[in-house]
């Protein structure tokens, strides 16, 4: 296990230079595995194409560090440790973001979907059953607020990183902050739709 996350290290490390030399819709398979020391074979067998090995990328170095253990407490901290990551290899994340942006978007879409069902059930746990939302508007919620979280994220990264973590990570806490009470005024009869 430990020999397979050496070798998707090395191909997502020659990934990262050849991005210093063109953009990512321009880089081959054959050119990872050549930078990699590595043969395509051997590429295959653990991703395959190149966007799964970005997916790859952005999933352990990004994602899964800063995904465990959140929560409603600690999410701004946790994304704004993923964002000031980002910026700590921004050329690589403005490249890929800007030449495989209809494949990240769809997966990072898929993974706020989730996390944001989670935390609308965790929600809707503590309203009463007669004015919890049903399983269809708990869905569309969930993929309303994904969308724009994710957009927000995509625009910040293809714009170039421009506004700080700090600064966007407090404008999304104040927005989930007035969500979540509207959510429990509606909860408790205090306001309706």
Known sequence: MAEANITKR???????LLTKEKSFDKISVGEITDKAGVNRQTFYYHFKDK?????????????????????????????????????????FYVDTVRHA?????????????????????????????????DAESENMLARFFAYGFCGTMIEWID??????????????????????TAAYKYGSGEIEL
């Open 10 to 16: 090395a191909m997502a490390e020659s990934l990262k």
């Open 159 to 180: 714009t170039g990183m421009r506004e700080s973590p700090e600064h966007l990570t407090r404008a999304l806490r104040e927005l989930l902050t007035a969500c979540e």
């Open 51 to 91: 966007y799964e090995l970005l997916e790859w990328i952005y999933d352990t170095e990004i994602m899964e560090p800063n995904l465990s253990d959140i929560g409603f407490d600690n999410w701004d901290e946790k994304l704004c440790h993923a964002m000031n990551q980002l910026r700590e290899e921004k050329s």
């Open 101 to 133: 942006d209809e494949y990240l978007t769809r997966v990072f879409l898929e993974k706020a979907e989730r996390i944001f069902r989670s935390a609308i059930e965790l929600v809707g746990d503590q309203i009463p059953e007669q004015n919890r939302l």
